[in-house]
């Protein structure tokens, strides 16, 4: 072979080098942003589990209250008018404060996605600068992606046991509810 076409194999590699270096690059930026999609929807998850577990609660509160009520009317007189107490149980203070420093240790997906954008670079005539600054924004971008993983592995983490103990205390409530019903019927 002579020295050109030694050239052109070397100027066809490099070219296929960039455009595999720009399709890796863009590869990870869509991983990113399908990433912080699903962090963000995992951490909305993750509120609707907290309010469920906050309106558990209020209805584990209004149960107390309501076997309150049924007791004193069992009794006719004894404790008609009396109310029961309205405070917050431990439990639901100690589950806000929690709640309230595990949001200021959130993950922010929406940063990782404005990180992202830094990734890709202009065109430049050099191929081997291209070539490796596409590999920094790889680098970078998977530095990212394994930093959210890691973020939303924490929140599964968090909700699986959330989910058992939610579980437990709905059909603990349910059971509840259904024996006060019963208690009533037979008041009436």
Aim: include cysteine; aromatic fraction near 4%; glycine fraction near 6%.
């Amino acid at each position: 072979m002579d020295e050109d076409s030694y050239r052109s194999r070397i100027r066809y590699h490099e070219r296929e080098t960039k455009e595999s270096s720009d399709r890796s690059l863009r590869l990870v930026e869509d991983c990113l942003r399908s990433g912080a999609a699903t962090t963000s929807e995992l951490y909305r998850q993750g509120e609707t589990l907290d309010r469920t577990e906050r309106c558990l609660d209020d209805i584990d509160q209004d149960l107390t209250t309501t076997q309150k009520y049924i007791r004193s009317m069992k009794s006719v007189f004894g404790g008609l008018f009396s109310r029961g107490g309205s405070e917050k149980s431990s439990k639901a203070i100690e589950r806000e404060e929690e709640e309230k420093k595990r949001s200021a240790k959130r993950y922010d997906p929406q940063a990782a996605l404005a990180r992202a954008e830094c990734l890709s670079y202009d065109q430049i005539s050099d191929t081997d600068d291209s070539v490796e600054k596409n590999l920094v924004g790889i680098s970078r971008g998977l530095g990212e992606l394994k930093t959210m993983a890691e973020a939303m592995g924490s929140e599964l983490d968090r909700q699986d046991p959330q989910i058992d103990r939610l579980r437990n205390r709905v059909d603990d409530t349910g059971s509840r509810i259904q024996k006060q019903n019963k208690e009533v019927r037979k008041l009436l």
